[in-house]
T-cell receptor
Framework: DVKVTQSSRYLVKRTGEKVFLECVQD?????MFWYRQDPGLGLRLIYF???????EKGDIPEGYSVSREKKERFSLILESASTNQTSMYLC????????????FGNGTRLTVT | AQSVTQLGSHVSVSEGALVLLRCNYS??????LFWYVQYPNQGLQLLLK??????LVKGINGFEAEFKKSETSFHLTKPSAHMSDAAEYFC??????????FGTGTRLQVFP
């Protein structure tokens, strides 16, 4: 079974801090994604990556960046955390097939104070 | 561009009753359609998907969905709700890309 592991379940950071959210998958998937989930808004795509060192902006990339130095690891970076980035962050991975399902981690609930 | 509309942010049913969660999509090309479920404090997991072929798709835990092109719908149903079905359900669409566009979700409550 595919396992997508997010390093932290809960995280509390202060405004202006640089925040790293880490995600690791163990099934050699090419694609990796970062979503944020907010009540009433569903899941919105922040960034995704088709391969090592490749990244593409999603629908809401502002205030975020990503890093993919190894195939299994995809990091989301908040350069200067703000309170409006308080949210649930979900990482997912998939094979590089058009209808390949996403496999999700359990999420990181980030609170910025 | 693709989009998904889930009608009803909350649905409540009694145990044993029919579950119907509505999803309408918009796509300029033939879509791929998905339903995901999220149990409390967990990530999303795939319930079922439609790609091509048979329009009635069966998924896990007794759920099924029917692709109706004329109505641009992909509603999720289960004949008899169980307490363990209480969760949030997301419909999603993609079209010739690896990107999924998600709906805003429907929270299902099941009462005894």
């Amino acid at each position: 079974d595919v396992k997508v592991t997010q390093s932290s379940r809960y995280l509390v950071k202060r405004t202006g801090e640089k925040v790293f959210l880490e995600c690791v998958q163990d099934m050699d998937h090419e694609n990796m994604f970062w979503y944020r989930q907010d009540p009433g808004l569903g899941l919105r795509l922040i960034y995704f990556s088709y391969d090592v060192k490749m990244k593409e902006k999603g629908d809401i990339p502002e205030g975020y960046s990503v890093s993919r130095e190894k195939k299994e690891r995809f990091s989301l970076i908040l350069e200067s955390a703000s309170t409006n980035q308080t949210s649930m962050y979900l990482c997912a991975s998939s094979l590089v097939r058009i209808n390949s399902p996403l496999h999700f981690g359990n999420g990181t609930r980030l609170t910025v104070t | 561009a693709q989009s998904v509309t889930q009608l009803g942010s909350h649905v409540s049913v009694s145990e044993g009753a029919l579950v119907l969660l509505r999803c309408n999509y918009s796509s300029s090309v033939p879509p791929y359609l998905f339903w995901y479920v999220q149990y409390p404090n967990q990530g999303l997991q795939l319930l079922l998907k439609y790609t091509t072929g048979a329009t009635l798709v069966k998924g896990i835990n007794g759920f099924e969905a029917e692709f109706k092109k004329s109505e641009t719908s992909f509603h999720l149903t289960k004949p008899s709700a169980h307490m363990s079905d209480a969760a949030e359900y997301f419909c999603a669409v993609s079209a010739y890309t690896d990107k999924l566009i998600f709906g805003t979700g429907t929270r299902l409550q099941v009462f005894p």
